[in-house]
């Protein structure tokens, strides 16, 4: 039994493998939250939680002899003796922002509802699954709140999630609805954020916490390269592989804010779920509103165990595509070898080329469609430029397959160019506002995925497209963000709801176009990693890590983004040298060594390389296949830190603890130095590991307790090493 309702406490035992989460309702009426983290038993009293009676300058409901500043909450309202972040704020006709809504009933039951709209993690037949339903009621304001929590016992996952219903006749304003608060006795964590930039997306970023307010949010229409919707809680001194973390991550891809309230009895409260600034939601009688599910995640032995337990559910329960335990195809895109500089003949060269070295997968990027030969036009035009390809996308798609290779294409349907057919025909179609000119990113604009009409629009034309050729893959990039948010379509009254409407809007685009088409694997983008999000992941299984392709920069950008998202989920490609983002130069060995850790590809052309380079490609692909569901599919252990210093290094290791790959990266060479060891994980300590590289066995205790010894590196900026290691 995952969850347990003790009817004499009031309190609800919510456990997991290793985990409890425990919340009571107090005095019949407040879900208060009394514990989250290493497995509780037996008789437990957690009565000192509940403090009663009145403090200086505090204030205190009279008939329940208490402030609800001292309460721990599950969902705390706004207006009353609370005065935290609220979970939820509503404005109700006669102008009052105070609610109050009390326990009514609650529901457990096995497996798990869907989420209306949004994407959600699911349970499979047979899995421990159990969920829990609290209905809030205010009588006041007639509206309910349903929250929902599931337990993934063999996971070691709680989701959670947050409906408002209005029951009444009168209209109510959402002024905030969060999918969680979470409220901790003490401050004494430190707050950690996945944040960065274009190029540089989720560096992973600490901080102490002080009294007050510390937040990090999107308010771009994204949930953006600068800020992911993850944050985490973790004690003092905690690392890799010790120490108490609590982790929630939100399955959304637009405005989100996640923050962490210490109020002046030095208590913590995290919250997670979309951004209020600038939305509303004009909830009408009998309406509802659902927020999006947050993600949960404890760990007692530091982060590395908290990035696993992501990993593993989102592998297994949140990515919905087919592909999800599928190795992923070796490919080639074209946009750093071409960029829009193109034509067929061009393509099956490069890909001919390509199938010699052993890619299995050919994407055609950006520039195949309307008159795109440069960034300035045709987003929005999706019929092929048969200046470029004569013989249609179907004509390019069957000459690549000729050559052994499945045929991949991109696409950016979110957004039109101002000088477009669709543009010229439909010019109320964006994202705009009235009276202010539009605002241009990358000499685009946005259109109102809001509307209907807009979200039949694409889904036809890309039905028509997907469908009219072998395709095997598709990217599908978004390139900007928003601004001047409005749509023509929508009341004044209902313009703040503009942002959520659009990421709902996205969300049944891709759930149409990703059911009706379950064979092609989807890419996510987004200029790099501008999306890199559960709700993303959850319709496509793969996202395009970051258009930064240099393989030093990728050890940052790859190692923050597996805190969360699984190796799987990211796209990584070995590109040409001089770099395109920054000119460094590394060699082809340190690339692979990079790329090897995620959905690997070659993004270049191939016919420029020498035919020694070419033999190195050659056997880089091979190693990649032989190692590829083990490194895909494999527990990920992150051993140094590039944030730490000069050096990284990581391994992944089977289910079944028999074979491991490791990699080990010096970022600048040093002078008269020894290379010593680093201490293995994952590994079984009675086995004997022999690694092919040193022509050497190990036993796994001596891995794990002494270390791999490193030995000699090449005397060179950017070095790497990898090892197989294999119990024979
Ligand atoms: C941005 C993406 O991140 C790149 O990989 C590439 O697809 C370009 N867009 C194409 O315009």
């Not at 149409?512 to 496509?540: H, N, Q, V």
Request: charged share 25%.
């Amino acid at each position: 039994m995952a969850i347990e309702f003790k009817q004499d406490k009031n309190i609800f035992h919510l456990k997991s493998k290793n985990t409890s989460y425990i919340i009571k309702i107090v005095n019949d009426k407040y879900p208060a939250h009394l514990y989250w983290g290493k497995k509780l038993s037996g008789s437990l009293d957690f009565e000192d939680k509940i403090i009663y009676g009145d403090r200086p300058v505090m204030t205190v409901i009279k008939e329940d002899n208490l402030s609800l500043e001292l309460l721990p909450q599950e969902y705390p309202a706004y207006g009353n003796t609370d005065y935290g972040v609220p979970g939820y704020k509503i404005l109700q006709e006669n102008g009052s922002r105070t609610t109050n809504a009390l326990y009514s009933e609650h529901r457990i039951y096995k497996d798990k509802t869907e989420l209306t709209g949004l994407p959600a993690s699911y349970a499979e037949a047979d899995d421990n699954v159990e969920s829990l339903e609290i209905d809030l009621v205010d009588q006041t304001a007639d509206f309910k709140i349903t929250l929902t929590y599931t337990v993934f016992a063999d996971y070691d996952i709680i989701t959670r999630s947050a409906k408002i219903i209005n029951t009444g006749q009168k209209n109510l304003r959402l002024q905030s609805a969060l999918s969680i608060s979470l409220d901790f006795e003490d401050s004494d964590f430190e707050m950690l954020q996945l944040s960065g930039a274009w190029g540089r997306e989720r560096h992973l970023k600490t901080r102490s916490l002080v009294q007050g307010l510390q937040q990090i949010e999107s308010k771009r229409g994204a949930s953006s390269h600068y800020q992911n919707p993850f944050i985490a809680l973790s004690r003092p001194n905690t690392d890799e592989f010790q120490g108490e973390v609590y982790a929630a991550n939100l399955v959304y891809s637009g405005n989100f804010k996640a923050s962490v309230e210490v109020n002046h009895y030095e208590r913590t409260r995290l919250s997670l779920g979309i951004n209020d600034f600038d939305f509303s939601w004009l909830l009408e009688a009998g309406e509802e509103f659902q927020a999006p599910e947050a993600v949960l995640a404890y760990s007692d032995q530091g982060l590395n165990q908290m990035s696993q337990l992501y990993h593993k559910f989102y592998r297994e329960r949140l990515v919905k595509s087919k592909f999800k335990d599928q190795e992923r195809p070796v490919l080639l895109n074209n946009w750093e070898g071409t960029y829009f500089d193109f034509n067929e003949d061009k393509i099956v060269e490069i890909a001919a080329s390509a199938a010699e070295l052993g890619v299995e997968l050919f994407v055609l990027d950006d520039g195949w469609f309307g008159r795109r030969n440069d960034d300035t036009s045709s987003l929005g035009d999706w019929y092929v430029n048969k200046n470029k390809l004569p013989n249609g996308v179907s004509g390019l798609a069957e000459k690549i397959n000729d050559l052994g290779l499945a045929f991949g294409i991109w696409v950016e349907p979110e957004m039109v160019s101002p000088d477009s057919d669709l543009y010229r025909e439909h010019s109320d179609w964006v994202i705009e506002v009235p009276d202010r000119p539009n605002s241009e990113g990358r000499n685009q604009l946005i259109l109102d995925f809001s509307r209907r009409e807009v979200q039949d629009y694409i889904i036809d034309v890309l039905s028509e497209l997907f469908a009219g050729a072998n395709i095997s893959y598709v990217k599908w990039d978004m390139n900007r963000n928003m601004t001047e948010i409005g749509s023509n379509k929508l009341a004044a009254a209902r313009q703040e709801e503009t942002a959520h409407r659009y990421i709902l809007g996205l969300y049944r685009v891709l759930e149409k176009l990703t059911s009706k088409f379950p064979d092609i694997l989807f890419e996510s983008c987004a200029s790099g990693g501008g999306r890199f999000d559960p709700g993303m992941l959850y319709y496509m299984p793969q996202t395009w890590t970051s258009d930064d392709t240099d393989a030093v920069e990728r050890l940052k950008i790859q190692y923050g983004t597996s805190l969360v998202y699984p190796v799987s989920a990211m796209g990584t490609h070995i590109s040409a040298v001089p770099n395109h983002q920054l000119g460094r130069i590394t060699s082809l060995d340190m690339r692979a060594n990079t790329a090897y850790y995620g959905a690997f590809g070659y993004e270049l052309d191939p016919t420029e390389m020498s035919f020694k380079e070419r033999e190195i490609v050659k056997a880089q692909i091979k190693k990649f296949k032989s190692l590829r569901n083990l490194i895909q599919f494999g527990d990920f252990y992150r051993l140094l830190s590039p944030f730490a210093g000069n050096e990284c290094a990581w391994m992944t290791v089977s289910d079944d603890q028999k074979e491991a790959f490791v990699s080990y990266y010096k970022i600048l060479a040093e002078a008269n130095v020894f290379s010593g060891k680093i201490k293995l994980q994952g590994l079984n300590p009675d086995y004997d590991y022999q690694i092919k590289e040193l022509n050497k066995t190990f036993s796994g205790s001596q891995l794990l307790y002494s270390g791999l010894p490193i030995g000699e590196l090449k005397q060179e900026d950017f070095s790497s090493k990898s090892w197989h290691l294999q119990v024979i």
